[in-house]
């Protein structure tokens, strides 16, 4: 079965400086795709950024990157420049197969909470 | 263009009283979903629709029941509410683009059950 796992329940870093949240992956299947969301205190989830498993480069969004480790299983997110607005939680999740037919599932990690010091 | 919104925001019942989550979607969205969420979890997928007129269990569907009343439209029917159901709700819904399907979550709806 698909599992989704943040080892770290909370993390913090310096405003300005870069941050690593790590997400590792278990699936039989050889395509699925990995997904971040950022979960602020408001409570809504934001899609940040999509990695598919068959993409050989890593995924960017501006200030965040997808540190994508096919053979480690692991889908890290990385958030370069930190701002004070990125304290939230965040979420990994992953796709099930098929990709892209409607209706697809996610199964979500347990979140990480990201405080940024000033 | 609202994307997608739930009502209410927050509800409080007792033990047994039934109740209809409302979800919306203005985005022309094929596919729609219901997640709950509880302290120190992430999302737990309750029900989906891939399209209008199916509807398919999730991870956790005991004690819901959902209607995909139209396109835009993704209820979520609690018919006898238990302590085990206080949660925070979520609504989303999905289009493909670029060869990958995202998911867009509404607000959340904060469900206590006493």
């Known amino acids: 079965a698909q599992k989704i796992t943040q080892t770290q329940p909370g993390m913090f870093v310096q405003e300005k400086e870069a941050v690593t949240l790590d997400c590792t992956y278990d699936t039989s299947d050889q395509s699925y795709g990995l997904f971040w969301y950022k979960q602020p205190s408001s409570g809504e989830m934001i899609f940040l950024i999509y990695?598919?498993?068959?993409?050989?480069q890593n995924a960017t969004e501006g200030r965040y990157s997808l540190n994508f480790q096919k053979a480690r299983k692991s889908a890290n997110l990385v958030i370069s420049a930190s701002q004070l607005g990125d304290s939230a939680m965040y979420f990994c999740a992953m796709r099930e197969p098929p990709l892209y037919n409607q209706g697809g599932k996610l199964i979500f990690g347990q979140g990480t909470e990201l405080s940024v010091k000033p | 263009n609202a994307g997608v919104t739930q009502t209410p925001k927050f509800q409080v019942l007792k033990t047994g009283q039934s109740m209809t989550l409302q979800c919306a979607q203005d985005?022309?969205?094929?596919?729609m979903y219901w997640y709950r969420q509880d302290p120190g979890m992430g999302l737990r997928l309750i029900y989906y629709?891939?399209?209008?007129?199916?509807?398919d269990k999730g991870e956790v569907p005991n004690g819901y029941n959902v209607s995909r009343l139209n396109k835009r439209e993704f209820s979520l029917r609690l018919e006898s509410a238990a302590p085990s159901q206080t949660s925070v709700y979520f609504c989303?819904?999905?289009?493909?683009?670029?060869?990958?399907?995202?998911?867009?979550f509404g607000p959340g709806t904060r469900l206590l059950v006493l």
């Open positions: 985005m022309n969205h094929n596919s």
């Open positions: 989303a819904s999905s289009e493909a683009s670029g060869g990958v399907e995202t998911q867009y």
């Open positions: 629709s891939a399209s209008e007129g199916t509807t």
């Open positions: 990695q598919g498993s068959y993409d050989e």
